[in-house]
């Protein structure tokens, strides 16, 4: 696998070379096409270099669908090309479902062949045998009114179509993450291409490639900038944020109370659960943007310097989260569903704790000017408040 993985761009590179001299493929083609062809083989260079499996394979089943269009001899009447959209679409719904693995992967070959088969098995029947399949409709079914009423009009391609969008919304609930909400945007394009016929074709795949390279570049943005375990911003993109800041600002550091003996005492796990809750209350009450600055510390930055409104947000936060009663995760809680699992899970036996955090905060100023000397003088109101009895909120004088 590994080899195959490093020599996968000079074996595409040379098969190009060789196309182009045999003249397999030609580039004589108009230049919304080459565009379409640009820019879905650029989403699927992305893909593979970022790792983004899923998003990877959306545009090798883009790109199979435009190569089809271009280079065969076929001509797809309407029936047809709705067909093979719909197919395309349902392969995204299907792709949608599946976790990120490695298209070098024993799965991602599976996958790969799967389309192969399908693209290939699909075309010699429609040629051959079974071409009326397309626009045969639901017979009625005796005794069944209601599945005649669901399926009445529909041929097979519309089956398809209405399928792969169920599974793709499946996927959205599922996975709850923002490439499998851009990979039903792709499917809602194809309907669109779907409805509009070939004369839609090339601007809904175009459309289709610059969407997935936007969701590359988004999942590269978090993997970058969002800390992993809490899911809001970094140190990283502190620093950046840092940068668009005017003159007058208020930096608060926010940092959880004896949290050495919490995890002492419950362990990592239920360390990281309470890292977790912290960071979602700061997020949402701080009142201006939060950053996990590294361990159990976190950074809020508001822009102006007005220290009443500060002091006033970051007060209701501390206490949000000191009055929040986190049920804490049983360490020997049975990882299989059933009476006795649910009753333990997610409450450590029914029992529930209280986090506090103590918070200093500075704003800039004539002896504070720069946002690492904020920063100072906020570590120095926060020493402040934890010697003064944690759970509070201290400004700078
Ligand atoms: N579970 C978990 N623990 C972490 C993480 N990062 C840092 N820690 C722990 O955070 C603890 C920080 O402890 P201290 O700096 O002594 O502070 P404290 O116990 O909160 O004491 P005070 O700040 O004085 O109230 C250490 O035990 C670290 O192991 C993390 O990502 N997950």
Redesign the pocket.
Known sequence: MILLRQLFLPVLLFFLVVAQWQQWLSLDLPLSTLIALSISASALALGVFFKASRIATAAILLLALLVGMEYSQWSPSGDELRFWLALGALNVALVSLTRDRSLFSLFGLALLLLFVAQATGGHYLLQGCCGDVLSAQWSPAAGLPLVDALLGDMRLSDLLLWSSLLAAVLAVFWHRDQVSIGLLGAIALLVIAYIGGEGALLLVTTAIGLLLILLVLRTAYDLAFLDE?TGIPSRRAYSRYLLTLGSKYTIAVV??????????THG?????Q??RMVAAKIARYCGGRAFRY???EFVVVMRGANRERAEKALERMRKKIADYPMGIRAANRPKKAGAKGRKNRGQGGGRKIHTTV?VGLAMSGAKTRTPEEVLEAADKALYRA?RGG?NQVCAAS
């Open positions: 375990l940092d959880i109370d004896h949290f050495k003996k919490l995890n002492d990592h796990q239920v360390g990281d309470a890292l590294g361990g159990e103590s934890k944690r």
